[in-house]
């Protein structure tokens, strides 16, 4: 209901604003009782395992790091951007695209690095309750809070589920979305956060369709836990092909005119590209076989 009938302005504010519940996991971790020396000595050499399990659960953090819907929503997303501060394409005009190109660049480094920090929160504070307690089945976030509540106490009980909620406002509207201008994007059909329902039907529509199937999950029973774990998989399967994609726009001059992307750009990317390639090979090749 706040994504169709506020503004974007006042809506991204909220969602900002939400983000900050994301520490919790931060503040879990610090009463979980982390073994610290193996956890950072895990993280800088893992114990790599040649097996279906694990190059599943590979393909499936890379799928929530870079996932297509991402694409579209930053995307989309710098488009408002742009309308609110009543500003021209960069394409159009090219002398801007220096400042421009630089805060969208700090804003996704700063923006990457906290999720990043978040997830290994996340990921720690998991290993040290439920996992290292034999709590290895989880089928719903309640579940899970419960499940964490007698091992690492009611602090981080609240946290978590303070997280828990965080993170599914944050979450649910993004993903719904970024649905929404790609589906916009490919019928031609304008489409904007900052657009009155009325005028945009297919845009806010696809939102609210996208938002009741995910709700429905429950209901039809389906398991909400399994289903997010093997969308991520699929989504660093798709992530592979779109990124392929963009790399060759990006160094089209018929599609970026003078703002080509950089060598040195280029490399990381391409490098990033064959990273998700070779991470769904390997799932495929176990899971194939």
């Not at 504010?13 to 994301?22: E, F, P």
């Not at 690095?113 to 089928?139: K, N, Q, R, Y």
């Not at 699929?234 to 599609?255: F, K, S, Y």
């Amino acid at each position: 209901m706040l994504e169709i009938g506020l503004s974007y302005s006042r809506y991204a504010t909220i969602l900002k604003w939400t983000t900050l519940s994301l520490f919790s996991y931060v503040a879990v971790v610090m009463v979980a009782n982390v073994p610290w020396p193996h956890a950072l000595r895990s993280l800088i050499v893992p114990e790599i395992q040649w097996n279906v399990a694990y190059a599943t659960a590979f393909v499936a953090i890379l799928g929530t790091t870079i996932s297509p819907y991402l694409f579209f929503w930053q995307a989309g997303q710098e488009i408002e951007e742009q309308r609110r501060h009543h500003a021209k394409p960069l394409c159009i005009t090219p002398r801007d695209a220096g400042p421009e190109l630089s805060r969208i660049r700090i804003d996704t480094l700063v923006g990457m690095a906290f999720s990043t920090l978040v997830s290994l929160a996340i990921v720690f504070a998991t290993a040290a309750t439920l996992h290292a307690h034999g709590i290895t089945d989880i089928e719903t976030s309640a579940q899970a809070a419960e499940a964490l509540r007698p091992v690492a106490g009611q602090f981080a009980f609240a946290m978590f589920a303070l997280g828990i909620i965080g993170t599914g406002l944050l979450a649910v509207p993004v993903l719904a979305g970024s649905a929404g201008y790609a589906v916009t994007e490919m019928f031609g059909v304008a489409g904007s956060l900052d657009a009155k329902p009325l005028r945009a039907r297919l845009f806010y529509g696809t939102i609210a369709a996208t938002t009741l199937a995910g709700a429905s999950l429950n209901s039809i029973g389906i398991d909400p836990v399994k289903a997010l774990y093997w969308a991520a998989v699929v989504n660093g399967i798709l992530a592979t092909p779109l990124m392929a994609v963009m790399m060759l726009i990006v160094r089209n001059p018929h599609a970026m005119g003078r703002l080509t992307l950089s060598t040195r750009a280029t490399t990381l990317g391409w490098i990033a590209t064959l990273v998700m390639m070779a991470a769904s090979f390997i799932f495929l090749f176990f899971a194939l076989r």
